[in-house]
């Protein structure tokens, strides 16, 4: 029997026990308290079942080897939106990028954790505009960033944002020619002091290698 990750021996008989498919899934009923039942076959793989009833996938691993790895749990997905055959697969793939060293879990809680577009514009301008531009240069910048740019792309992760991402915005902008290639230049220069300032990965800038549109009216 495979018994889950991170349980002493005393409180193992207490481990609910079951082999997770949709029908058994179905047949798990909430109480009080909140509690896991695990897989009885793939380790560290189990369904959380909440005292509303809410219920998810999820995995428990170690990132790392030996018993002082530190303990993970990652959501899989809810109850309902896979199916209990998907959700193992994903955990077995999970596992598997485990194995050579992988910490998914705490990698999607940096991706949680990482700036958003808007919030990279507001560092920008606080810490390199305000500081080493004039007062109206300044203000430009924080006119076009915060008026045009932060509509498009705010909420996006700022290290997430791709080379194709602006050149549709770029493009989007073609008929104010003027205004996108100073929007491309004060998000190019945005994105250097981000990298400079390990805000995003060293020599990431997605503004590389997007022309500058024929001058126009702005």
Same mark, same amino acid.
Do not use: C
């Given at each position: 029997? $495979?018994?889950?990750?991170?349980?002493?021996?005393? +409180?193992?008989?207490? +481990? %609910?026990?079951?082999?997770?498919?949709?029908?058994? &899934?179905?047949?798990?009923?909430? @109480? *009080?308290? =909140?509690?896991?039942?695990?897989? =009885?076959?793939?380790?560290?793989?189990? &369904?959380? +079942?909440?005292?509303?009833?809410?219920?998810?996938?999820?995995?428990?691993?170690?990132?790392?080897?030996?018993?002082?790895?530190?303990?993970?749990?990652?959501?899989? *997905?809810? $109850?309902?939106? $896979?199916?209990?055959?998907?959700?193992?697969?994903?955990?077995?793939?999970?596992?598997?990028?485990?194995?050579?060293?992988?910490?998914?879990?705490?990698?999607?809680?940096?991706?949680? %954790?990482?700036?958003?577009?808007?919030?990279?514009?507001?560092?920008?301008?606080? %810490?390199?505009?305000?500081?080493?531009?004039?007062?109206?240069?300044?203000?430009?910048?924080?006119? +076009?960033?915060?008026?045009? *740019?932060?509509? %498009?792309?705010?909420?996006?992760?700022? @290290?997430?944002?791709?080379?194709? =991402?602006?050149?549709?915005?770029?493009?989007?902008?073609? @008929?104010?020619?003027?205004? *996108?290639?100073?929007?491309?230049? &004060? $998000?190019?220069?945005?994105?250097?002091?981000?990298?400079?300032?390990?805000?995003?990965?060293?020599?990431?800038?997605?503004?590389?290698?997007?022309?500058?549109?024929?001058?126009?009216?702005?």
């Amino acid at each position: 029997m $495979v018994i889950p990750l991170g349980y002493p021996e005393p +409180i193992l008989a207490m +481990i %609910e026990k079951i082999k997770i498919s949709n029908k058994t &899934v179905e047949g798990l009923a909430p @109480d *009080a308290r =909140d509690r896991v039942v695990w897989d =009885d076959f793939l380790t560290g793989f189990g &369904v959380r +079942i909440r005292p509303t009833g809410a219920m998810v996938y999820l995995l428990q691993y170690r990132a790392g080897s030996g018993r002082n790895a530190p303990l993970r749990r990652m959501k899989i *997905a809810s $109850v309902g939106t $896979v199916t209990a055959h998907d959700a193992r697969t994903i955990a077995k793939k999970a596992l598997g990028a485990i194995a050579n060293g992988a910490d998914p879990a705490a990698q999607r809680t940096a991706e949680r %954790e990482a700036l958003s577009f808007s919030e990279l514009v507001q560092i920008f301008l606080k %810490e390199h505009v305000e500081a080493k531009r004039a007062p109206g240069t300044a203000a430009y910048y924080r006119d +076009i960033l915060v008026r045009v *740019a932060v509509p %498009e792309l705010g909420t996006r992760k700022a @290290d997430k944002i791709t080379h194709n =991402d602006l050149l549709k915005f770029h493009l989007k902008l073609r @008929d104010r020619p003027v205004l *996108a290639n100073r929007i491309l230049a &004060v $998000v190019a220069s945005m994105y250097s002091f981000a990298a400079r300032s390990a805000l995003v990965p060293e020599g990431f800038n997605p503004t590389r290698r997007i022309e500058r549109l024929p001058r126009g009216r702005a």
